[in-house]
């Protein structure tokens, strides 16, 4: 905690910290700004993230869902008027997910999607990838795919 005081016959504001020892404004001001603004995430808590947020960081586990043609790739690269660099992007987003796992990937997708049926992502055929595990439930068919080896 930090207290603020003024000393006598001074003007100028005294801070102190936990400690009791002064500190200077332009100190506690750096300090202020270096702070995180959220607090440290539990590390037994799951991250939720975008793939564009998750650029540049690495987990242990990542599970990507909705590998889906319309999903991943988006139905607007997939459009007949779409120019050819926006399925290259999100073929690009889609390796930036995968290379953000250190040890296991999980890929996944339902069958439908808010009652539209759905087809594997061309982009797990490019990766020479197949289904391996079919899970039924409740009108929810989860097809999973593993990828042994990330690098």
């Not at 650029?55 to 909705?66: R, S």
């Not at 139905?75 to 290379?99: D, F, G, M």
């Not at 079919?134 to 989860?142: G, K, S, V």
Request: proline share 6%.
């Amino acid at each position: 905690m930090l207290r603020m005081t003024r000393l006598l016959g001074n003007s100028r504001p005294c801070y102190k910290g936990r400690e009791g020892s002064e500190i200077d404004l332009a100190e506690l001001l750096q300090g202020l700004a270096v702070r995180p603004k959220e607090p440290s995430p539990d590390p037994d808590a799951v991250s939720l993230s975008t793939i564009h947020s998750a650029k540049g960081l690495e987990f242990d586990h990542v599970w990507l869902v909705g590998i889906a043609d319309t999903v991943l790739p988006s139905w607007q690269s997939l459009l007949p008027k779409a120019r050819p660099q926006e399925l290259e992007e999100e073929r690009r987003n889609c390796l930036v997910a995968i290379t953000r796992t250190r040890q296991t990937l999980v890929l996944s997708r339902a069958n439908q999607y808010r009652g539209w049926r759905k087809e594997s992502s061309r982009f797990l055929a490019e990766m020479g990838l197949s289904a391996v595990e079919h899970q039924p439930r409740d009108n929810l068919e989860a097809i999973l795919y593993r990828l042994k080896t990330i690098r």
